[in-house]
């Protein structure tokens, strides 16, 4: 099962409106990625995060990865219509080679 | 840059059968990770392949099998399919991938059904 929970699992927001994702492990990651996938396309990287506390920006996007390398989120300032789909986080255990992705936030923008 | 291509894009088997996916890795990545997506779920991992290796493994059983050829590119078998098999299959190249440390390049993945 996967071991990487995401909240929430959907998001319905009006254009220029905020969004967020946040993704929890129940054990500590060497490193989390995140991935967006439009309707009908496959998973598209966007970023990694390998040190505690790290942030990092894309633009509108913002990242963090927590303190204790067990959670991250995902923010997204003004949406827009683009930024619609189904965003993933993906971290990595440290005594492990796969890469576990939670299940998903969909976001939905409507104009 | 050529990148991630899977085949076929769509396939539809019955119970017990056996099927093969198809994957080129995108040029310059040596290593292919398998992942089976069902609808509104994120991606699973199967397994890994690294230097024509499996060096990695999720949790499914062994009648999910692999290869991968000199040339990166790599082979999904699945025997014996079950009704729950029905899924996205999709295969994601990196390069030098062997600690998951590396960008995941996806594929448009294979669309199977088992009916």
């Known amino acids: 099962g996967q071991q990487v929970m995401q909240i929430p699992q959907y998001q319905h927001v009006q254009e220029g409106e905020d969004f967020t994702t946040y993704c929890n492990s129940s054990t500590t990651l060497s490193n989390i990625q995140w991935y967006k996938q439009r309707p009908g396309g496959h998973p598209v990287f966007l970023i990694q995060l390998v040190k505690s506390g790290e942030v990092k920006k894309q633009k509108r996007l913002t990242f963090q990865f927590g303190e204790a390398k067990k959670n991250s989120s995902l923010h997204i300032t003004a949406t827009q219509t683009t930024d619609v789909g189904t965003y993933f986080c993906a971290g990595k255990i440290n005594s492990g080679y796969a890469l576990n992705f939670g299940k998903g936030t969909s976001l939905l923008v409507t104009p | 840059e050529t990148g991630v291509t899977q085949s076929p894009t769509h396939l539809i088997k019955t119970r017990g059968q056996q099927v093969t996916l198809r994957c080129s890795s995108q040029?310059?990545?040596?290593?292919v990770s398998w992942y089976q997506q069902a609808l509104g779920q994120g991606p699973q991992f199967i397994f890994q392949y690294y230097r024509e290796e499996e060096n990695g493994r999720g949790n499914f059983p062994p009648r999910f099998s692999g290869l991968q050829f000199p040339n990166y590119s790599s082979e999904l078998n699945v025997n014996a399919l079950e009704l729950d098999d029905s899924a996205l299959y999709l295969c994601?190249?990196?390069?030098?991938?062997?600690?998951?440390?590396?960008?995941?390049?996806f594929g448009d993945g294979t669309r199977l059904s088992i009916l």
């Open positions: 994601a190249s990196s390069l030098d991938g062997v600690w998951g440390n590396q960008p995941q390049h």
């Open positions: 040029s310059g990545h040596n290593t």
